[in-house]
């Protein structure tokens, strides 16, 4: 027992501990390495996560981040997961610090998701392109972009989890997310229309 | 050294060993201004972010709040065994058909020092049954964590009272189901030496790594306290043992992720030489746990789905037992397992059943006067239903409270050795099986 090298794990701990952290090479600004290590927790480090709990933030647009970001601390968005992790997470962040993480996580390369089959492609690309005239579905490329890659407010939708864009769009329904817009635009979609558009939108 | 007395400090003035299981803290969601669901699937259990919360030292900031990282909880319950204990299930109450406030605890959970990674999980008990007021499971830790070679390491040391107090998943003996059990009903006598035997009654230092989110490994040393701090932090030292030379401990897992499933595998176990009853001069109790272990979640938005099972098998060499005349075996072995399954809904009603075992040799020495053909065999189902109101957030005056009400059934299919008069006085082991009714209140 006496040989046991515990002292030899302690000493490769405390070594580690007192090695620079390498973090700040992936965070680029040393004063949010901290607090990119916080949101890396559920979104992974380079922002992307696994599960669809939580969204994939790598390439998002940095505008629409920040406004989230804002819309937590202020607690202004209070979708129940708002309310469970990010209400917390957000509460501690200043205007400066916010505008440091939603660049940090929109420079991130982006990814794609798993590829959808060809009729359910058609159905949502149909509705991305074109909208809904007879139910007042507007078309998502207006404000989305051509490659669903957001624009400014309008957040990225390309590559993202797929069940993460489903419970989003039923949020909006139900106005438990707050978005006029998107309420309004979500109301008319069908189940299989808003699973047929999660799939398509995070195939991209 | 000023940190260290403070530690020392806190876990002294925490005085704090009973094994109840101390569940989610309302002070971990003052600080991190997260709902308990953030980090447990039905508390104690812990959801992937709630494993890297402890990785990481219980430190993540969060909320605004400057209320101290201080917490408490009371246990109330009803208990009814099929036939009643003659004599009263302990000392002041009846023979069946108990309502007790069975245990109130504090807490100190949270940060030390955020800047440094230290923080803390401390709990201290009083057990309105058997009247005492101890220490409870304490993992005090510094933690780190670094980017090294695109992946993440993070990695850290804990003080702590109770090997597998500080492991991440809900497989390992401190941490797993039956969260709360009745503190006045028979419970079968056996267990492996890793499932409680050092629990509040040793003191401990651990080093872990967890790599990229994939791989645990931990290991640490043990030894049991003196009578003397024994009793100073309320542990009763009748009839203990005494290791002699640290106890090893040890823990490995490997948990995958994928989407919003987790699975993981993993080993843990313990090796300890002991003087049974503190008696030197008969050599020592030589014992070594190999546990294996395994857990799979599944958190959707509104349901989840948890499963855990482990094995552990014991084998001890009885030297100083033998020698005093207290084991008839030199050699004995013992398996304990158990699993789980729970569903739960909105993190607020659960349902979980579960299953236990234990086989061993027999040994009229060690089992003696438990069981009439000397034996530690046992087994039974334990379910339960749960309702949990405020793991979203509690009442708007005091959002951090917390209450479970929980609806438990022991059935035993076999009780020390025996489905049918295991004692010799005719008793059954479905004499033991337990309804157990229990609110618990944390804030």
């Known amino acids: 027992m006496s040989t046991f090298p515990i002292p030899a794990v302690l000493a490769v701990a405390l070594c580690l501990a007192a090695c620079e952290s390498q973090r700040a090479d992936v965070a680029q600004h040393q004063d949010i390495e901290g607090y990119v290590h916080l949101c890396s927790s559920c979104h992974g480090v380079t922002g992307h996560s696994v599960s669809p709990t939580f969204p994939i933030l790598a390439a998002q647009q940095a505008d629409y981040l920040e406004a989230q970001l804002h819309a937590f601390r202020d607690h202004s968005r209070a979708d129940p997961h708002a309310h469970t992790y990010m209400w917390g997470m957000a509460a501690h962040l200043d205007d400066a610090a916010i505008t440091k993480l939603a660049a940090y996580f929109s420079a991130q390369p982006a990814s794609r998701g798993e590829p959808v089959d060809d009729k359910t492609a058609a159905t949502a690309k149909s509705i991305f392109i074109d909208g809904i005239e007879s139910r007042n579905v507007p078309a998502c490329v207006a404000c989305h972009g051509e490659k669903a890659e957001g624009q400014g407010a309008f957040p990225r939708l390309a590559g993202q989890h797929r069940a993460y864009l489903a419970d989003q769009l039923r949020l909006f329904r139900s106005n438990a997310r707050a978005n006029e817009t998107m309420h309004d635009n979500a109301l008319n979609l069908t189940e299989p229309e808003i699973d047929a558009l999660a799939a398509y939108l995070s195939s991209l | ?443």
């Open chain 2, 1 to 443: 050294m000023l940190a260290l007395r403070f530690l020392l400090g806190l876990a002294l003035v925490a005085v704090l060993a009973s094994a109840h299981e101390a569940k989610a803290l309302p002070s971990y969601a003052r600080q991190t201004g997260q709902e308990c669901a953030a980090c447990h699937n039905g508390f104690p259990e812990l959801t992937p972010y709630g494993r890297l919360f402890k990785a990481n030292g219980y430190v993540f900031p969060g909320s605004t709040s400057d209320i101290p990282a201080v917490s408490a909880m009371a246990v109330n319950s009803y208990t009814h065994t099929q036939q009643p204990q003659p004599g009263g299930a302990a000392p002041g109450y009846g023979a069946n058909d108990n309502f007790a406030f069975e245990l109130a605890s504090l807490f100190y959970g949270g940060a030390i020092s955020s800047e440094l990674g230290i923080g803390a999980f401390i709990q201290s008990t009083y057990n309105h049954i058997s009247g005492r007021y101890s220490w409870d499971n304490t993992d005090i830790r510094w933690a780190h964590s670094s980017i090294i070679g695109d992946r993440e390491w993070v990695y850290g040391i804990s003080l702590n009272n109770n090997p597998s107090v500080t492991d991440l998943w809900n497989s390992t003996p401190a941490w797993r189901y039956p969260f709360q059990s009745s503190g006045l009903a028979p419970t079968p006598e056996t267990a492996t030496l890793i499932e409680g035997a050092l629990a509040g009654s040793s003191l401990g230092g651990t080093a872990y790594l967890f790599w990229d989110r994939l791989i645990y490994g931990e290991i640490g040393l043990y030894h049991t306290l003196s009578p003397r701090l024994s009793t100073t932090l309320g542990v009763d030292p009748t009839g203990s043992n005494s290791t002699s030379g640290p106890a090893l401990y040890w823990r490995l897992a490997v948990e995958p992720t994928w989407g919003r499933h987790s699975w993981e595998v993993g080993t843990f176990g313990l090796t300890a030489s002991q003087l049974p009853g503190r008696v030197a001069g008969f050599g020592t109790d030589d014992t070594t746990d190999v546990g294996i272990d395994t857990q799979y979640q599944f958190l959707a938005a509104d349901y989840s789905l948890s499963l855990q099972a482990s094995h552990i098998f014991e084998s001890s060499t009885l030297n100083s037992s033998f020698a005093q005349g207290n084991a008839s075996n030199l050699h004995d072995s013992v398996s304990s397992s158990h699993i789980k399954a729970s569903v739960s809904y909105d993190q607020t009603y659960a349902v979980t059943l579960g299953y236990f075992r234990v086989i061993g040799s027999a040994d009229a020495g060690l089992y003696n006067g438990i069981s009439t053909n000397n034996s530690p065999n046992s087994d039974g189902l334990i379910g339960e239903i749960d309702y949990t109101p405020f793991n979203h957030g509690g009442p708007g005056i005091w959002p951090w409270a917390n209450i479970r009400f929980g609806l438990q059934y022991n059935y035993y299919l076999k009780y020390d050795g025996a489905s049918k008069n295991y004692d010799g006085n005719g008793t059954n082991a479905s004499a033991n099986n337990t309804l157990y009714l229990f609110t618990w209140l944390a804030f």
